[in-house]
């Protein structure tokens, strides 16, 4: 089974600044790593898939990058409605997995 | 404009059983690859099941393996998740989301169903 560890859990920063959350896996991954955002209340929203293609409509704000084991989302300048949850996710042969999440708050 | 509608969420005894529904409308829903993940604050998003097209292969979690059943009626345009033996641990909200292809990332999620699992 292919563990996906989130880091940090827990990132505080302001408005305008940078953000960078990890996600590492276990094993290399032979397919790629997907992210989304989760609000309270609302649905999950798919950010980045294959690990660094942007969904329709997510702002060029944030990006996803990375490989094998390491992967990466970048929020270049955080808006306000950016403080969420954001988790990253694989699949190896039929079975899904979630990293734990980092909670990006203000 | 996709849609995926859950129900069927509610107060359920350990031991009991719960069937929630997903409607799907704005894609040919006999075309794409449906799963149920749920999400908790304890231990966030959790991918459940996961059922083919044609309802052709389903899979499971270990954590719901022999306790969960997963289907679908592609004349109704619906998805189905059959919990059985519910426990505590299986309370969360309960999302039914659409594969963008088949074992790839999801693309749409409903708005969610609470299972609530309490004596």
């Known amino acids: 089974e292919i563990v996906l560890t989130q880091s940090p859990a827990t990132l505080s920063l302001s408005p305008g600044e940078r953000a960078t959350l990890s996600c590492r896996a276990s094993q290399s991954l032979s397919s790629s790593v997907t992210w989304y955002q989760k609000k309270p209340g609302q649905a999950p929203r798919l950010l980045i898939y294959?690990?660094?293609n942007r969904a329709t409509g997510i702002p060029p704000r944030f990006s996803g990058s990375g490989s094998g084991t390491d992967f990466t989302l970048t929020i270049s300048s955080l808006e306000p409605e950016d403080f969420a949850l954001y988790y990253c996710q694989q699949r190896t042969n039929s079975q899904y997995s979630f990293g734990q999440g980092t909670k990006l708050e203000i | 404009e996709v849609q995926l509608l859950e129900s069927g969420g509610g107060l359920v005894q350990p031991g009991g059983s719960l069937r929630v529904s997903c409607v799907a409308s704005g894609f040919t829903f006999s075309s794409y690859a449906m799963s149920w993940v749920r999400h908790s604050s304890g231990q966030g998003l959790e991918w459940v099941s996961g059922?083919?097209?044609?309802?052709?292969?389903?899979f499971y979690a270990d954590s719901v393996k022999g306790r969960f059943t997963i289907s679908r009626d592609n004349s109704k345009n619906t998805l189905y998740l059959q919990m059985n033996s519910l426990k505590a641990e299986d309370t969360a909200q309960y999302y039914c989301?659409?594969?963008?292809?088949?074992?790839?990332?999801?693309?749409?999620w409903g708005q969610g169903t609470v299972v609530t699992v309490s004596p």
């Open positions: 059922i083919g097209p044609s309802g052709e292969g389903t």
């Open positions: 294959d690990a660094s």
């Open positions: 989301a659409k594969a963008s292809v088949p074992l790839g990332h999801f693309d749409y």
